[in-house]
């Protein structure tokens, strides 16, 4: 206890000494100021000198980060590449309109072109424009050339699911040679005398009453399901719900036929059949948008309301440079065709006084693109070997001779040629409401009037719905001189437009055109296989049709497709026997495109 009271007292008597502790703090501080300035503030100077080392051991890093960043970027350029892959919308213009997607009553550039989207034919054209399996893979042939069996691919179904068959063909010829029906196809006679048999499911038999070379290019038709429209009064046809919503058995099936009365032009979209017998299509979706103008189509694609436009005569380089333009030569052509009934036309001296005293490369210049010349009643290349006739070189003074010899004269100090009777040299010309077409006329009109002659021209709306353009222009032959587009096709048989007997107000011989010379080489020329021994009439045929003179060739009619680089369509480089062939290779088009590696 003592020991406590000791320690206890010792601790009561600690104290508070403040010079002590000054004296301890103030060495503290001491201490403290000496460390800062060894260890920190003498290391500042070498801090500033290292600065600049710091700075360049960055700039350093950063480069080489650069450059590996570079070498990634080289890398990818070298081994990816874009490519164009499946899937998208390809949104092509075309001119319309479209009232019906029946292919029996497609008479439109964008009717006919939904009909190749949508339905399949016995036989198509590839990419060389020769005749190729579609439908059909084998045909035989009697040697007397009367008899076609053809027979069908085992494979193909309808949009519906339901399988195509022999009995679809036959079910379509049937319409197609209907009264009732009334189908463009009736109206050629080429398949009155024509009957076709189903054999089988795959087998289908055409008898012909003449032997008749071209038959296989008249496969080309669409095929029409029976299943569906078996039970459709023929003079219906055209107003069924078919014509709006059709069941085919193409690379795309219908989706929608836009009928919006707000708008100008109508869409119809349609949806890669994935059951499609050539393969699924790239594309997922096709819309086919149908303008009524020119300009209007053009205005589309350069607004980007459409990606793809045929027939475009504008230059689209001048509207921009990511829309490019190509152009195809197409199995028509353009001509000036003469009324030979006509009282002033029936003279073939003053044909003869058109058909040299007309500069045609002045003619084919007004187009505003270039467009192969065309003189003969076959477009380019149909006729080979020696001896194709050629067209009398360009004349004036030839053509006065010939105008003075018909008896058409100037008289006194008249720019107008008349005959005896004091009667005026006058041409009335007429063409459809086209922009290229209406400036061949006042061209035409401008060169034969420095030869004398009063020209009348006029320029008529076939789409008008208070005339139609065949019945008040076409079948009563309302016109001197026709400026109009002949469809030719693949094969040179020309019958339906130069014939005699197609010189009827059903008929195609718009000029009507007589001659039996060249009616026989025209039937002559049908009716033989051997493509030697045809060539040779059809060259017959040309040099007797340039003798004449019923029509004046200006130009071979071409196709421009214009399309942006975001989508990318595959169509021939060569000759194109209709502008709805531009779909022999529809299935490969794409509109998407993503990154690939190469392959080595």
């Not at 080489?64 to 990816?80: I, K, N, P, S, T």
């Not at 099936?253 to 699924?280: C, E, F």
């Amino acid at each position: 206890m003592a020991d406590e009271k000791g320690s206890w007292k010792r601790f009561q008597r600690l104290g508070f000494d403040s010079k002590t502790f000054t004296k301890r703090a103030r060495k503290a501080e001491t201490n403290t100021t000496r460390h800062a300035h060894k260890f920190v503030l003498s290391k500042l100077d070498s801090l500033r000198s290292a600065k600049q080392h710091i700075i360049l051991w960055l700039l350093l890093i950063a480069v080489l980060m650069g450059a590996v960043a570079l070498q990634m970027f080289w890398y990818q350029q070298a081994y990816r590449t874009m490519a164009w892959k499946s899937g998208g919308t390809y949104a092509e213009a075309t001119i319309g309109p479209i009232n019906t997607l029946n292919p029996l009553y497609a008479t439109t550039p964008a009717e006919l072109a939904a009909s190749k989207l949508i339905f399949s034919s016995l036989y198509d054209y590839d990419d060389r424009g020769s005749l190729a399996d579609d439908l059909a893979v084998n045909m035989d042939i009697s040697k007397d050339g009367k008899t076609y069996v053809v027979t069908l691919r085992d494979d193909v179904d309808w949009s519906d699911g339901t399988r195509l068959t022999a009995q679809d063909v036959t079910f379509t010829i049937g319409l197609m040679k209907s009264p009732e029906a009334r189908s463009k196809m009736f109206y050629d006679n080429s398949w009155a005398s024509v009957a076709a048999e189903a054999l089988d499911e795959r087998t289908v038999k055409f008898t012909l009453a003449d032997s008749y070379a071209p038959f296989p290019h008249a496969l080309t038709f669409s095929v029409l399901p029976k299943h569906i429209l078996e039970d459709v009064p023929a003079g219906s046809l055209r107003q069924n719900a078919f014509s709006v919503s059709p069941v085919g058995s193409g690379p795309f099936s219908v989706r929608l036929l836009d009928p919006a009365p707000n708008r100008k032009y109508k869409i119809l979209n349609l949806s890669a059949a994935p059951s499609y017998y050539k393969g699924t299509p790239r594309l997922s979706r096709f819309a086919l948008h149908a303008y009524r103008t020119h300009d209007d189509m053009v205005r589309a694609l350069q607004i980007g309301e459409v990606n793809a436009a045929a027939g475009v005569t504008t230059d689209m380089s001048e509207v921009s440079s990511s829309i490019r333009t190509k152009q195809f030569p197409v199995g028509s052509g353009v001509y000036a065709l003469f009324n030979v009934q006509a009282p002033t036309l029936k003279n073939d001296k003053l044909r003869r006084a058109l058909q040299v005293g007309t500069d045609t490369d002045a003619v084919r210049s007004t187009i505003g693109y270039p467009v192969p010349a065309l003189h003969l009643p076959f477009v380019n290349g149909q006729l080979t070997g020696d001896g194709i006739p050629t067209k009398p070189a360009y004349d004036t003074q030839r053509a006065k001779k010939l105008l003075n010899e018909a008896g058409w004269k100037l008289r006194g100090d008249s720019k107008i040629r008349t005959n005896k009777g004091g009667d005026k040299l006058q041409l009335r010309v007429v063409t459809t409401q086209d922009a290229a077409y209406e400036d061949v006329m006042e061209e035409l009109a401008g060169q034969w009037r420095q030869l004398g002659i009063d020209v009348q021209t006029e320029a008529r709306d076939p789409s008008s719905p208070t005339q139609d353009f065949v019945q008040t222009t076409l079948q009563p032959r309302d016109f001197d001189v026709l400026i109009r587009e002949l469809g030719i096709g693949a094969d040179p048989d020309v019958f339906a437009y130069w014939h005699s007997s197609q010189a009827t107000t059903q008929g195609y011989n718009f000029a009507n055109y007589r001659n039996d010379i060249a009616d026989d080489a025209l039937v002559s020329a049908r009716g033989r296989s051997e493509s030697a021994l045809r060539n040779e009439k059809y060259k017959a045929f040309a040099q007797q049709w340039l003798k004449d003179a019923p029509a004046l060739g200006l130009y071979q009619s071409v196709m421009r497709y214009s399309y942006r680089a975001s989508v990318q369509p595959y169509i021939s480089e060569r000759s194109l026997p209709s502008e709805a062939d531009r779909y022999t290779d529809v299935i490969y088009w794409s509109a998407q495109q993503a990154p690939v590696y190469k392959t080595p």
